[in-house]
Protein backbone atom coordinates (compact mmCIF):
# COMPACT_ATOMS: atom_id res chain seq x y z
CA UNK A 1 0.00 0.00 0.00
CA UNK A 2 2.76 2.42 0.78
CA UNK A 3 4.12 1.24 -2.69
CA UNK A 4 1.11 2.21 -4.12
CA UNK A 5 0.43 5.32 -1.78
CA UNK A 6 4.04 6.84 -3.20
CA UNK A 7 3.37 6.08 -6.39
CA UNK A 8 0.52 7.91 -6.87
CA UNK A 9 1.53 10.78 -4.76
CA UNK A 10 4.69 10.94 -7.67
CA UNK A 11 2.20 10.88 -10.15
CA UNK A 12 0.07 13.60 -8.77
CA UNK A 13 3.50 15.73 -8.67
CA UNK A 14 3.91 15.39 -12.16
CA UNK A 15 0.88 16.12 -13.22
CA UNK A 16 0.93 19.22 -11.19
CA UNK A 17 4.27 20.10 -12.67
CA UNK A 18 2.87 19.40 -16.44
CA UNK A 19 0.02 21.85 -15.41
CA UNK A 20 2.00 24.59 -13.91
CA UNK A 21 4.24 24.49 -17.01
CA UNK A 22 1.01 24.45 -19.40
CA UNK A 23 -0.18 27.56 -17.42
CA UNK A 24 3.09 29.78 -18.22
CA UNK A 25 3.04 28.46 -21.65
CA UNK A 26 -0.17 29.56 -22.27
CA UNK A 27 0.80 33.05 -20.26
CA UNK A 28 3.74 33.56 -22.43
CA UNK A 29 0.98 33.16 -25.50
CA UNK A 30 -0.91 35.86 -24.48
CA UNK A 31 1.54 37.66 -23.75
CA UNK A 32 3.04 37.56 -27.32
CA UNK A 33 0.06 37.63 -28.66
CA UNK A 34 -1.16 40.81 -26.63
CA UNK A 35 2.39 42.63 -27.91
CA UNK A 36 1.47 42.00 -31.76
CA UNK A 37 -1.97 42.95 -31.97
CA UNK A 38 -1.04 46.06 -30.59
CA UNK A 39 -0.09 47.27 -33.78
CA UNK A 40 -3.65 46.68 -35.60
CA UNK A 41 -6.50 48.46 -36.88
CA UNK A 42 -9.04 45.56 -35.96
CA UNK A 43 -11.63 46.81 -33.32
CA UNK A 44 -10.50 44.21 -30.66
CA UNK A 45 -7.19 45.60 -30.47
CA UNK A 46 -8.09 49.65 -30.75
CA UNK A 47 -11.23 48.81 -27.88
CA UNK A 48 -8.25 47.12 -25.61
CA UNK A 49 -5.53 49.77 -25.87
CA UNK A 50 -8.08 52.88 -26.25
CA UNK A 51 -10.74 52.08 -24.17
CA UNK A 52 -10.27 53.81 -20.87
CA UNK A 53 -9.34 57.32 -23.09
CA UNK A 54 -12.12 59.80 -23.48
CA UNK A 55 -11.24 63.06 -25.05
CA UNK A 56 -10.47 65.87 -23.31
CA UNK A 57 -12.94 69.21 -24.18
CA UNK A 58 -11.16 72.11 -23.36
CA UNK A 59 -11.30 75.80 -24.72
CA UNK A 60 -9.42 75.86 -27.99
CA UNK A 61 -5.97 78.10 -27.89
CA UNK A 62 -5.46 80.42 -31.33
CA UNK A 63 -2.96 79.32 -33.63
CA UNK A 64 -0.98 82.51 -34.67
CA UNK A 65 1.45 81.17 -36.86
CA UNK A 66 2.54 77.32 -38.35
CA UNK A 67 5.96 78.97 -37.40
CA UNK A 68 5.09 78.73 -33.71
CA UNK A 69 2.88 75.84 -33.52
CA UNK A 70 4.19 72.67 -32.21
CA UNK A 71 4.36 69.50 -34.35
CA UNK A 72 2.04 66.82 -33.62
CA UNK A 73 3.32 63.98 -35.20
CA UNK A 74 6.33 63.31 -37.82
CA UNK A 75 5.30 60.45 -40.12
CA UNK A 76 7.49 58.89 -43.03
CA UNK A 77 6.07 58.61 -46.74
CA UNK A 78 7.83 57.32 -49.88
CA UNK A 79 7.68 53.85 -48.19
CA UNK A 80 5.94 52.07 -51.31
CA UNK A 81 6.31 51.76 -54.59
CA UNK A 82 2.95 52.69 -55.28
CA UNK A 83 -0.81 53.17 -54.19
CA UNK A 84 -1.30 49.08 -54.69
CA UNK A 85 0.75 48.43 -52.10
CA UNK A 86 -0.40 50.78 -50.15
CA UNK A 87 -3.65 49.60 -50.42
CA UNK A 88 -2.22 46.46 -49.40
CA UNK A 89 -0.31 47.52 -46.11
CA UNK A 90 -3.44 48.63 -45.53
CA UNK A 91 -5.69 45.70 -45.72
CA UNK A 92 -2.76 43.72 -43.76
CA UNK A 93 -2.72 45.81 -40.75
CA UNK A 94 -7.09 45.55 -40.58
CA UNK A 95 -7.37 48.79 -40.89
CA UNK A 96 -11.06 49.93 -42.78
CA UNK A 97 -10.94 51.38 -45.63
CA UNK A 98 -14.17 53.37 -46.88
CA UNK A 99 -15.60 53.18 -49.89
CA UNK A 100 -15.08 56.74 -51.06
CA UNK A 101 -11.58 56.96 -49.45
CA UNK A 102 -10.79 53.25 -51.70
CA UNK A 103 -11.76 55.05 -54.47
CA UNK A 104 -10.00 58.22 -54.02
CA UNK A 105 -6.72 55.90 -53.66
CA UNK A 106 -7.59 54.31 -56.84
CA UNK A 107 -7.41 57.28 -58.70
CA UNK A 108 -4.64 58.36 -60.72
CA UNK A 109 -4.71 61.81 -59.00
CA UNK A 110 -3.35 59.83 -55.96
CA UNK A 111 -0.05 59.21 -55.91
CA UNK A 112 2.93 58.55 -53.13
CA UNK A 113 6.03 59.87 -53.28
CA UNK A 114 8.94 57.97 -54.75
CA UNK A 115 11.68 59.47 -52.08
CA UNK A 116 11.51 58.42 -48.48
CA UNK A 117 10.82 61.55 -46.47
CA UNK A 118 10.33 62.19 -42.94
CA UNK A 119 6.84 64.32 -42.64
CA UNK A 120 6.24 67.13 -39.45
CA UNK A 121 2.27 67.37 -39.14
CA UNK A 122 0.46 69.71 -37.49
CA UNK A 123 -2.98 68.92 -36.02
CA UNK A 124 -5.54 72.12 -35.94
CA UNK A 125 -8.87 72.35 -35.57
CA UNK A 126 -10.87 75.10 -37.44
CA UNK A 127 -12.01 76.75 -33.70
CA UNK A 128 -7.73 77.23 -33.37
CA UNK A 129 -7.46 79.35 -36.17
CA UNK A 130 -10.28 81.68 -35.19
CA UNK A 131 -13.60 80.45 -36.54
CA UNK A 132 -16.38 80.95 -33.41
CA UNK A 133 -19.08 79.73 -35.41
CA UNK A 134 -20.57 76.13 -35.17
CA UNK A 135 -19.40 75.30 -38.59
CA UNK A 136 -17.24 77.07 -41.50
CA UNK A 137 -16.90 76.41 -45.48
CA UNK A 138 -13.76 74.22 -45.60
CA UNK A 139 -11.96 76.93 -48.15
CA UNK A 140 -12.66 79.30 -45.35
CA UNK A 141 -10.99 77.07 -43.48
CA UNK A 142 -8.18 76.16 -45.76
CA UNK A 143 -7.27 80.36 -46.40
CA UNK A 144 -7.19 81.28 -43.00
CA UNK A 145 -4.67 77.73 -42.59
CA UNK A 146 -2.37 79.20 -45.47
CA UNK A 147 -2.73 82.87 -44.20
CA UNK A 148 -0.85 82.05 -41.03
CA UNK A 149 1.64 79.54 -43.04
CA UNK A 150 0.68 76.32 -43.03
CA UNK A 151 -0.08 74.22 -46.64
CA UNK A 152 -1.84 71.36 -47.05
CA UNK A 153 -0.56 67.90 -46.67
CA UNK A 154 -0.06 65.16 -49.48
CA UNK A 155 -2.46 62.74 -50.81
CA UNK A 156 -0.34 59.97 -48.72
CA UNK A 157 -0.09 61.30 -46.09
CA UNK A 158 -3.24 60.62 -44.61
CA UNK A 159 -3.37 56.44 -45.57
CA UNK A 160 0.11 56.57 -44.17
CA UNK A 161 -0.75 58.24 -40.91
CA UNK A 162 -3.51 55.77 -40.74
CA UNK A 163 -0.54 52.94 -40.64
CA UNK A 164 1.45 54.97 -37.99
CA UNK A 165 -1.27 55.79 -35.96
CA UNK A 166 -2.59 52.36 -34.40
CA UNK A 167 -2.89 54.25 -30.98
CA UNK A 168 -5.53 57.24 -32.34
CA UNK A 169 -7.75 58.01 -29.01
CA UNK A 170 -11.61 56.64 -29.83
CA UNK A 171 -13.47 59.46 -30.86
CA UNK A 172 -10.80 61.42 -32.79
CA UNK A 173 -11.25 62.53 -36.62
CA UNK A 174 -8.28 63.87 -38.62
CA UNK A 175 -8.86 65.76 -42.25
CA UNK A 176 -6.31 65.78 -44.37
CA UNK A 177 -5.07 66.73 -47.82
CA UNK A 178 -6.35 68.23 -50.80
CA UNK A 179 -9.55 67.14 -52.02
CA UNK A 180 -9.27 64.95 -54.93
CA UNK A 181 -12.51 63.96 -56.86
CA UNK A 182 -13.80 60.56 -57.53
CA UNK A 183 -15.11 59.19 -60.76
CA UNK A 184 -18.35 61.04 -60.75
CA UNK A 185 -15.98 64.73 -60.85
CA UNK A 186 -17.07 64.80 -56.49
CA UNK A 187 -14.11 66.24 -54.49
CA UNK A 188 -13.35 64.09 -51.68
CA UNK A 189 -11.15 64.71 -48.24
CA UNK A 190 -9.67 61.80 -46.71
CA UNK A 191 -10.04 61.39 -42.75
CA UNK A 192 -8.13 59.32 -40.05
CA UNK A 193 -10.76 58.03 -37.76
CA UNK A 194 -10.96 55.72 -34.72
CA UNK A 195 -15.19 55.64 -34.65
CA UNK A 196 -14.71 52.93 -31.35
CA UNK A 197 -15.68 50.18 -33.82
CA UNK A 198 -11.84 49.87 -35.10
CA UNK A 199 -9.17 52.24 -37.32
CA UNK A 200 -10.58 53.67 -40.63
CA UNK A 201 -9.58 55.74 -43.74
CA UNK A 202 -12.63 57.45 -44.71
CA UNK A 203 -13.31 59.43 -47.17
CA UNK A 204 -15.83 62.91 -46.66
CA UNK A 205 -17.47 66.26 -48.75
CA UNK A 206 -14.19 68.36 -50.28
CA UNK A 207 -16.44 70.92 -51.53
CA UNK A 208 -15.37 74.28 -51.57
CA UNK A 209 -18.65 75.43 -49.94
CA UNK A 210 -18.99 72.20 -47.26
CA UNK A 211 -19.69 73.23 -43.81
CA UNK A 212 -17.62 71.64 -41.48
CA UNK A 213 -17.83 71.87 -37.41
CA UNK A 214 -15.11 73.91 -36.26
CA UNK A 215 -14.27 71.16 -33.95
CA UNK A 216 -12.78 68.95 -36.50
CA UNK A 217 -8.83 68.65 -36.49
CA UNK A 218 -6.86 69.08 -40.19
CA UNK A 219 -3.78 67.46 -40.43
CA UNK A 220 -1.51 70.10 -42.11
CA UNK A 221 2.46 71.05 -42.68
CA UNK A 222 4.33 73.91 -42.62
CA UNK A 223 4.35 75.77 -46.23
CA UNK A 224 7.53 76.56 -48.10
CA UNK A 225 8.00 79.86 -46.89
CA UNK A 226 7.19 78.92 -42.38
CA UNK A 227 9.66 76.01 -43.22
CA UNK A 228 12.22 78.43 -44.68
CA UNK A 229 11.85 80.85 -41.88
CA UNK A 230 12.12 78.30 -39.20
CA UNK A 231 15.64 77.14 -41.40
CA UNK A 232 16.94 80.43 -40.85
CA UNK A 233 15.84 81.13 -36.97
CA UNK A 234 17.48 77.99 -36.33
CA UNK A 235 20.86 79.08 -37.87
CA UNK A 236 21.51 82.14 -35.79
Known amino acids: MDRTAGKESGYHATQSGDILIIA ?9 FASKASAQCTARDVLQ ?23 WKTITIGTFANSF ?17 GEILARPAFTVSTT ?8 VSAAELGFQTDTAPLADIY ?7 F ?18 PMGEFVIGMEPIKTWTGEPVILTVANGGAGLILIGRDGRADAEIPVASRFLFVRSNEAALAKAVHGSQ
Not at 143 to 148: P, T, V
Open 49 to 71: NRLTLKAAKTPPVLVRSAFAAPV
Open 143 to 149: ARAQQLG
Open 116 to 123: RTNVELFA
Open 24 to 32: MLCAACIVL
Open 151 to 168: GLAAAEVAPQLRLQYFDQ
Open 85 to 101: ALLNALDAAGCGIGGLA
